[in-house]
């Protein structure tokens, strides 16, 4: 069975940082394309960035510049660094495997101005 596990979530003021984890537990296929999403109150699911076991990656709009995803592929694990963070940002941040399509339980992020 495969489970994609978020870690990394927490509470923050804008213009800190925060460092997201997705470790995928199961099949190493499973890890090939890695995405993050977010999904804030009252809005839909938003896509945030996607990352290849190569390690390309592609980024969202509204977070280009600020987000970076990478990845261990020793460790099976994706990881998403947060710099200049807005109150914008406060989300449920979810990871999916795309090959597997399976989706991780989330991990709340909160940024107060």
């Known amino acids: 069975q495969v489970q994609l596990v978020e870690s990394g979530g927490g509470s923050v003021q804008a213009g800190w940082s925060l460092r997201l984890s997705c470790a995928v537990f199961?099949?190493?296929?499973?890890?090939?394309?890695i995405e993050w999403y977010r999904q804030a109150p009252g809005k839909e699911r938003e896509f945030v960035s996607q990352?290849?076991?190569?390690?390309?990656?592609n980024y969202g709009d509204s977070v280009k510049g600020r987000f970076t995803s990478s990845r261990d592929n020793a460790k099976n694990t994706v990881y998403l660094q947060m710099n200049s963070l807005k109150p914008e940002d406060t989300a449920v941040y979810y990871c999916?495997?795309?090959?597997?399509?399976?989706w991780g339980q989330g991990t709340q992020v909160t940024v107060s101005s």
């Open positions: 999916k495997s795309t090959n597997c399509n399976i």
């Open positions: 199961g099949y190493s296929s499973c890890t090939y394309i």
């Open positions: 990352i290849n076991r190569l390690g390309i990656t």
